[in-house]
């Protein structure tokens, strides 16, 4: 059982460059989420997908977009990347109570 | 003022120590109380979670909520070097599709042997 996997672990981009990073849960979970965890501010929201077919912004939409592709994979897209979006980034999932995360991608933007 | 504040720490302790980590919230809707565990470079995990006041007990784990104080701690007995991570407190409001969490900003805790 993986849980939530997220691709790639590790990215440097340059600023202005374009780049997905690919989510996918195995535990049929329906609501799925993207945070950002930076020092010193914790983990913040960037968008999260209810159900299938829905997505809505969190608390730091602005230089993302989101797909939810179907039920397992949710997507987060960074269309210019800028250095202010270096950080690392968490996948989730979530049924009830319980909201399991990946590993993590870690994003520099150079 | 945050909707949730957490002691920033870091905090040292030496083994066998019984540490105490708090935070305290102002939204009233919250109802679910998580805390997690965040080990270097991993994701977080779930420690444990509650919705009700009073006390949740869970091998060394303790996990306390007060909602009339909007206070909640989570308590580790006999404490050990595996033990050393980071602990972020989270608050939802409800269950169901839009369960979205509120997060602490988190404290490290170091055991030392």
């Known amino acids: 059982n993986a849980g939530v996997t997220q691709t790639p672990k590790f990215q440097v981009l340059k600023t202005g460059q374009s780049m997905t990073l690919q989510c996918a849960q195995d535990?049929?979970?329906?609501?799925m989420y993207w945070y950002r965890q930076d020092p010193g501010m914790g983990l913040r929201l960037i968008y999260y997908s209810a159900s299938e077919g829905t997505t809505d912004k969190g608390e730091v939409p602005n230089g993302y977009n989101v797909s939810r592709l179907n039920k397992r994979e949710f997507s987060l897209r960074l269309e210019s990347a800028a250095p202010s979006q270096t950080s690392v980034y968490f996948c989730a999932s979530s049924e009830g109570l319980g909201t399991y995360f990946g590993a993590g991608t870690r994003l520099s933007v150079l | 003022q945050k909707e949730v504040e957490q002691d920033p720490g870091p905090l040292s302790v030496p083994e066998g120590a019984i540490v105490s980590l708090n935070c305290t919230y102002s939204?009233?809707?919250?109802?679910?109380f998580m805390w997690y565990r965040q080990y270097s470079r991993k994701g977080p995990e779930l420690l444990m979670y509650t919705y009700s006041s009073g006390n949740k007990e869970d091998g060394r784990f303790t996990a306390q909520v007060d909602k009339s104080s909007k206070y909640i701690s989570l308590f580790i007995r006999d404490s050990q070097p595996s033990d050393s991570a980071t602990y972020l407190c989270a608050m939802s409001g409800n269950t169901g599709a839009n369960s979205k969490l509120t997060f602490g900003k988190g404290i490290t805790l170091s055991v030392r042997p």
């Open positions: 535990m049929n979970h329906n609501s």
């Open positions: 939204n009233s809707a919250f109802q679910y």
